[in-house]
């Protein structure tokens, strides 16, 4: 990139930081001492904020830099991320949202604790989302380094680390200094800005064929060298059993991760009723929906305008394929629209992992407190002390964040995000469809659906194509791979319900009928809600 592209995106990047950090100001001036107002904001956000800064924690530089560089490389394989994503909200809205607004306070654990013994539930539960929570970071970290490598023309490794590095404070900055409000705000300013590029981006990209969709198609599957196939499914996913597997483990992973992430379904938590937590999600569906759209378009665009090659060239698992169709649309290297329209979109998607990282960590910071800390003591810790414990967590988790993320830098940022939801879905989700739906759940079977789902998911991850075995692997100069699949959902989501299943009828422990009853209405009437 020119010294103008540089200076331009640098820029814009300080602006943004510098607007963030005056917004985390200004929120600290207010009482953040209390649990409450640090973890929930005070309960006082509205449905249309709080679906804003949800749709902003959920558009991450996985979904504005990775989705679309997987289409423009893949075609139609690619497009399941955006699919998955987006139908993943409609269980959210059916199944969880109201239910976990009524039946908890901070953290998911809070949701399972009601009718079970705590100590092993939260720790479990807190163990789970903090594994989590640092698989969907290392996502955003990657996703910094190689946004800032392609503005250094990927002529500086170590620029790419100190901006890993640079995220990585400044997100504990944030979370250390406003708690909720200050991420909860910054996701919404996140949310307009990265709205806002992507809407201009697909209108240039329409213009450009003008409006005709079908042209578009066809000229990204002829510069792509596939032809057809570009546009038909199993290009990615397709070439023999393994990889259809693949693709099946992958979209369970994408639509039954969502209504599992911690930093997601801590977003409920911001409102002061269950009715205003269901009134976020359709906001926040709405403003998703328009967004994954948008990205196919994008995706698309960036075929048949930059072309595959290029963005290979550029980066190669295609996260750079947005920047480089920006370049593209406003005119190209040399030209003052290219510049500036690089630099927007450079910018905006710097500010989309700023918040992102910030909400994550806060979700993250909370298990740990709220969790794990306060049942390792023998005595619940005081509120002050607690948040307290959440600030010092916030740093722990953002070096652990910046550490993989320099180690996972040549991984594109969907494809991990996608481990991430396999995690959520596998450990997270059995536990809460179970202690939401099933009369006779039983402490011993909560903690076996949590690390029934959570162990295996991390260790197929860790014997997969993913880490050795391959050119693209994380450890390329050794082979331990002997699970073939890259996405392990296929098999740790069921072994999560299984295992639910087995700790419950093997248990000697006799459910607390009384208590089921009192979770039931509380989750469908509101009644006794925080």
Known sequence: MTDDHQTSALLLFSVFVAVTLAITTWVSRDRQGSAEEFYAGGRLFTPMENGFAIAGDYMSAA???????LIALFGYDGMLYSVGF???WLVVLFLVAELVRNCGRFTLADVVAARMRER???????????????LYLVAQMVGAGTLVALLLGGRSEAARAWTVIGVGVLMVIYVSWGGIRATTWIQIVKSVLLLGGTVALTVLVLVRFHGDFDRLLLTAAERSGHGEAFLAPGLKYGADWTSRFDFISLGLALVLGTAGLPHILSRFY?????????RSVVWAIGLIGGFYL????????????????????????????????????????????????FA????????????????????????VAHDLYASLRRRRARPRREVAVARVAAVGIGVVAIALGLLARDLNVAFLVGLAFAVA????????LYSLFWRDFTTRGAVWAVYGG??????????????????????????????????????????GFVAGWLGTVTSAEIPDAAKHAETEVRSLTGAGAV
């Open 63 to 69: 979904s504005f830099l990775g989705i679309s560089g």
């Open 86 to 88: 987006l139908v993943a």
């Open 120 to 134: 092993p539930v939260r720790i479990a539960l807190g163990t789970s989302s903090v594994t989590v929570s640092v």
């Open 270 to 278: 911001t409102v002061p009723t269950a009715r205003a937590a269901r």
């Open 294 to 341: 948008m990205t196919i378009v994008l995706g698309f665009g960036a075929a048949a305008i930059v072309g595959p090659e290029a963005v290979r060239g550029s980066n190669a698992a295609g996260n750079t394929a947005v920047p480089l169709l920006a370049l593209d649309l406003g005119g190209g290297a040399d030209s003052t629209g290219g510049t500036v329209l």
């Open 344 to 367: 927007v979109v450079a910018a905006v998607a710097f500010a989309t992992i700023l918040a992102v990282v910030a909400g994550i960590t806060l979700s993250s910071s909370a298990s």
């Open 425 to 432: 879905a596998s450990a997270n989700l059995p536990v809460l």
């Open 454 to 495: 959570l162990v295996p998911a991390v260790v197929l991850v860790l014997l997969s194509p993913v880490v050795s075995g391959s050119p693209e692997s994380l450890a390329p100069g050794v082979d331990f791979q002997c699970f073939p699949l890259q996405n392990p959902g296929l098999v740790s989501i069921p072994l």
